[in-house]
């Protein structure tokens, strides 16, 4: 009885450290694409980038981490002057996952809005 408890006990503990490092990964990697997005809002904000370097930029960190996101994906919405309107990123992409007799798909929304200190 104890060797199968043994065997029950090392199988789940193997189980959840499979399933980990298969989702940790996509979703680390998200939140290193939120915090590019987060930090080029704030400084787009205050430069006059356009709108299409922004996204170059976006999709540039987003092919780094090996993200699956395309050009399309990713919308830049600029408003009012440099320093007193705002910048709006967003993006949207799927991860898919196969675990064993479970596939999923992630969807990640990744966005943020940063308004000008005028």
Known sequence: MGTIKLILGFTLIVGVVYVCAELIPPYFSNYQLEDAIETEARMSTYSSKTEDAIRDTIYKKAQ???????????????????????VLIEGDYLVHVDLPGYPMDLHFHPSTKNKGAY
Request: charged content about 25%; cysteine-free.
């Open 64 to 86: 780094d981490l090996e993200i699956p996101m395309s050009k399309d994906h990713i919308t830049v919405r600029r408003s009012g002057t440099m320093g007193s309107g705002y």
